[in-house]
């Protein structure tokens, strides 16, 4: 198997701990943890385990490469703004990189992390979770192929609550900009939902390792939370392929919704819809016969495997890089151009549940619902607050 793949951690609180959970509780045979880095370690869920396996721990990279001189594999879950200084450093530093997403919320950041990657022969993959796992792989083989047809439509919702708790939880969360000025851009759709519409842009690449490119961003954008951004979205996308991408996403609802997607294809469509009779991906053809693709959550860090095991083979074509998560960060960037300044939803309809520390807008999920059923905008269906934004393209 070769040599053990070293490991660096940038950031043990936060997603962090999701990694150390796997890299503590879980015997790698082919890699091990050879040091952490953070400003205040004491956050992280596993610190006393990390000083008990007397896992070194380090406040900066600099600190961390001046000591130890290098590493295999560094993984970036650190805030949003110090993706790219962060992940070309360690690029620079002799190391591949694993970078969660978002890959950063500068579209000018995009150069840099490929001419990093590109002048030091190492690798940058962008931690979007689905991308990386067999199933995933295996359905955009099978979309590259001609199996379906071509794309003709797609449509993902994701409805997830998030309380005040998790917006207090950091000092960036729900915020523009960091107090030196970085972007951060931090929303429902560029962080813990941005793993579904990457899904939809990188399904319909036209390479493995490419994503969709975008000709327009029409966008609503709604917030109840006390925050910069927005915690609800809905969005209309079209690629230079002239395929139309609709995406829902919110978290200031009151119950619960798995993510779901539909993608319309010449010759099938392919479903998956948690908690139905199925968890499965389901692509039923025009003849009503199925195929079928496990459920990606049920790999949720195949990225790290996939990782270590790139470096052990010396394959430095990674299946989701900087070139598949780009159509994420231009996404994002046309999203907020489509609406600068963010309305609130009318307060006839705003509900906070003080137990939960919740806010909540009645009749939400459903409005949002319907809208995925029908492939349109809140503005399409004439609700009260809906507001359509300028549609923004791209040259």
Known sequence: MGKRVSILLVGISGYGNVYLKELLNNNYENAYLKGVVDINPTRSDYYEEIMNRDIPIYES?????????????????????????QACYAMNHGSNVLCEKPMTANPADIEELISTRDKTGKFIAIGFNWSFTPSIQQLKEDIISGLFGKPKRLKSIVL????????????????????????????????????????????????????????????????????????????????????????????????????????????????????????????????????????PEKCHL???????????????????????????????????????????????????????????????????IECYQNWCLPSDLGIEWGKLGKTIRFS
Request: include cysteine.
């Open 61 to 85: 990279l600099d600190e961390y490469y001046r000591d130890k001189g290098g590493t295999d594999l560094a993984i970036i879950a650190t805030p949003i703004h110090l993706h790219k200084e």
């Open 302 to 368: 195949a990225k790290l495997k996939v990782c270590i095991n790139a470096i052990q083979e010396g394959n430095h074509q990674i299946l989701c890089g900087p070139e598949a998560a780009s159509s994420h960060v231009n996404c994002i960037n046309a999203m907020h151009q489509s609406v600068p300044h963010i309305p609130s939803f009318p307060t006839p309809i705003t509900h906070y549940e003080k137990e939960q520390r919740l806010h909540w807008i009645q009749g939400l999920d459903d409005t949002l």
């Open 160 to 295: 997830w609550p998030r309380n005040e708790d998790y917006y207090n939880r950091t000092s960036w969360a729900g915020k523009k900009y960091s107090p030196d000025g970085r972007m951060i851009f931090d929303s429902v759709v560029n962080n813990a939902t941005a793993h579904f519409l990457h899904n939809l842009f990188y399904l319909i690449g036209s390479s493995i390792d490419t994503s969709a490119e975008l000709e327009n961003v029409t966008a609503e954008l709604y917030c109840v939370n006390a925050i910069e951004t927005f915690d609800t979205c809905a969005v209309k996308i079209k690629t230079k392929t002239d395929i139309d991408i609709f995406f829902y996403a919110s978290h200031s609802i009151k119950d619960n919704g798995k993510p779901h997607f539909i993608l319309e294809f010449e010759k099938a469509t392919i479903f998956y819809e948690p908690g139905g009779e199925t968890s499965d991906i389901l692509a039923i053809f025009e003849d009503g016969t199925k195929k079928v693709y496990e459920d």
